[in-house]
């Protein structure tokens, strides 16, 4: 079986497939108001779609075996870690055939929002540190109902997760 090494997360090694924002050092000029700052919105998310927030607690498994992958065509999709660091895995987009050869395994600090870009394989994140991970799932509404494609992988396909 295929073993991907947990990597730390850089915009250049992340930029396949998508972007992240430290949200507890916000970058950027500041819009001051009288009691907030406010950073302009560098999280655009297509204004045609309502956005669905879903909180997300996965409990870390013996070995980080990954047995499926899913994608979304049009939708990109936001992952922010709350109480712990998260170990999210991410495989470039491909036409609908999942391409494990070629995933990437990310150490995402916890407070840090990643936005893949459509049609990213991934899965859901998985606690780095401590034995659950609570995190803040970002989608445009129904995405799950109306763009969600997950896929087993064939015993060839699969990888572990090692650190």
């Known amino acids: 079986m295929k073993k991907v090494k947990v990597e730390p997360l850089t915009r250049e ?3 396949p497939f998508g ?3 430290e949200m507890a050092n916000p970058d950027g000029y500041s819009l001051n108001g009288e009691i907030h700052k406010f950073y302009p919105d ?8 309502r ?21 979304h065509t049009t939708t990109w999709e936001m992952i922010l870690p709350f109480d712990d660091d998260m170990i ?5 987009p491909s036409g609908g ?3 494990p050869d070629y995933v990437k395994a990310f150490l995402i600090p916890k407070g840090t929002l990643v936005k893949m870009n459509a049609a990213v394989w991934h899965l859901a994140p998985l606690p780095a540190n ?4 609570t995190a803040m799932i970002i989608l445009p ?9 997950v896929v087993d992988l064939s015993l060839d396909e699969q990888f572990e997760i090692v650190k």
């Open 13 to 15: 090694s992340f930029a």
């Open 19 to 21: 972007q992240y924002y």
């Open 42 to 49: 560098r999280i655009s998310a297509d204004s045609e779609h």
């Open 51 to 71: 956005v669905g927030y879903s909180a997300i607690v996965v409990e870390k498994p013996e070995k980080m075996i990954i047995t499926q992958q899913e994608y």
């Open 88 to 92: 999210l895995h991410c495989t470039p």
């Open 97 to 99: 055939k999942p391409v």
């Open 130 to 133: 401590k034995e659950k991970l």
């Open 141 to 149: 509404e129904c995405t799950y109902a109306n763009d969600c494609t």
